[in-house]
């Protein structure tokens, strides 16, 4: 099992450019999710998803895009890169039952954006 | 809207000492509450989870109680050690989303 995996793990943008951050997980687990973390901010939720072809948002959605077209991925994409998404991104994975949702999270991608 | 805050922001205490690190939510309507340790640079390793109808849970060293009525959870570390060193991290779970508290950013000196 290689739990949640994230690529890349760093990335350098200019303003304006778009990207995608991948995240894969293999525990068949129906519950993915995006946070952001910054500092003086904790982590906050960004998009969310129950199940492939279900999507919906989070806390600070302003800027990502999200699908979920399969249960193991769920990439997010940055549409028009700006400064004030600069930050460590971190994506989770937690079972359907509501009883064990212990979430699992990825190494995150640390992303500049210039 | 649910709101996690951690008390205190850091803590520093001399190696053996036995600790309790603070969580308090808003909102009591829970799934469950879970504590996260994240090392420098790292992503975030869960160590305990307590479900909503729980009042502790223990792993080793570790005991997370909860009182969901008054919104509140502590961590007790017993006899820390440097490796003990990391930031804490609780939250509380609501349909599959985590709502998470700033942290407590602990050292532990040998």
């Known amino acids: 099992n290689a739990g949640v995996t994230q690529t890349p793990k760093f990335q350098v943008l200019k303003t304006g450019q778009s990207m995608t951050l991948q995240c894969a997980q293999d525990?068949?687990?129906?519950?993915m999710s995006w946070y952001r973390q910054d500092p003086g901010m904790g982590l906050r939720l960004i998009h969310y998803?129950?199940?492939?072809?279900?999507?919906d948002q989070g806390e600070v959605p302003n800027g990502y895009n999200v699908s979920r077209s399969t249960t193991e991925d769920f990439p997010l994409r940055l549409l028009s890169a700006a400064p004030s998404q600069t930050s460590v991104y971190f994506c989770?994975?937690?079972?359907?039952?509501?009883?064990?949702?212990?979430?699992?999270f990825g190494p995150g991608t640390r992303l500049l954006v210039l | 809207k649910q709101e996690v805050t951690q008390i205190p922001a850091a803590l520093s205490v001399p190696e053996g000492e036995n600790l309790v690190l603070n969580c308090s939510f808003t909102?009591?309507?829970?799934?469950?509450l879970q504590w996260f340790r994240q090392d420098p640079g790292k992503g975030l390793t869960s160590l305990l989870l307590?479900?909503?109808?729980?009042r502790e849970q223990t792993s080793g060293r570790l005991n997370a109680s909860l009182d969901k009525s008054s919104g509140r959870s502590t961590l007790y570390i017993a006899a820390s050690q440097p490796g003990d060193s990391a930031t804490y991290l609780c939250?509380?779970?609501?349909?599959?989303?985590?709502?998470f508290g700033q942290g407590t950013e602990l050292s532990v000196k040998p």
């Open positions: 989770a994975s937690s079972p359907r039952d509501r009883r064990q949702e212990t979430q699992y």
């Open positions: 525990m068949n687990h129906e519950y």
């Open positions: 998803s129950v199940g492939a072809g279900i999507t």
């Open positions: 909102d009591s309507a829970i799934y469950n």
């Open positions: 307590i479900q909503s109808s729980q």
């Open positions: 939250a509380v779970s609501q349909g599959g989303k985590l709502i």
